[in-house]
């Protein structure tokens, strides 16, 4: 993916080296999904810096800015928030403002019960974030939690795509598949 101005894709390339610099651990870990992998994105070191949070936010807008009727984005917490936060912030200084949805993993057993906080979402259609991606199953657990609610998940937004089978879960879904970075940007092999 390339970004849509020169000033974006200097965003793009900044998050590129941090999450080079910074993000990027080698060594033996055994991903969300399961799987075993010799390196980690740990991209809640940036989602959650100060440096990389603002470019985050104009790149993931630019990225799910073209789809049709989007009110809002976000995703399972944890790894979701703070991009979604970042998205609506910066969609504030736009003419088409987003807001942002939190799902849990489960639902609240108190109060209203709730699975999804945030932004009302029946009958809307939305865009679900994830910072990295594996298999896609931690998307398609929001996913399943906002048709529960009514909403209309139309895309999965990524940062960063393993390219480990996360596209063709989501896209098997009918969604489409977006992602700012890939391990080719990131000069890693898919595992």
């Not at 807008?61 to 984005?73: P, S, T």
């Not at 942002?100 to 489960?106: H, L, P």
């Not at 390219?163 to 896209?171: F, I, L, N, P, R």
């Amino acid at each position: 993916m390339t970004a849509s101005t020169p000033e974006l894709e200097a965003d793009r390339q900044y998050l590129i080296a941090l999450i080079q610099d910074e993000a990027v651990f080698h060594g033996d870990f055994t991903l969300s999904s399961g799987k075993k992998a010799t390196y980690y994105v740990d991209m809640r070191k940036l989602t959650l810096d100060h440096r990389a949070a603002p470019a985050i936010g104009r790149i993931m807008l630019d990225l799910v800015r073209d789809i049709d009727g989007i009110v809002a984005v976000g995703g399972l917490t944890l790894g979701a928030d703070p991009i979604a936060n970042a998205v609506m912030h910066e969609s504030a200084r736009t003419a088409t403002p987003l807001d942002a949805f939190v799902v849990r993993k489960e639902p609240k057993d108190h109060g209203r019960g709730r699975q999804v906080e945030g932004a009302d979402v029946a009958g809307k259609r939305v865009v679900v974030l994830e910072d990295t991606s594996t298999t896609g199953q931690s998307a398609l657990k929001a996913v399943e939690a906002l048709r529960r609610e009514g909403a209309e998940p139309v895309a999965v937004a990524v940062i960063v795509d393993r390219k480990t089978g996360a596209q063709a879960a989501v896209e098997a879904e009918g969604l489409q598949w977006l992602a700012a970075i890939d391990l080719d940007d990131l000069e890693l092999q898919a595992q």
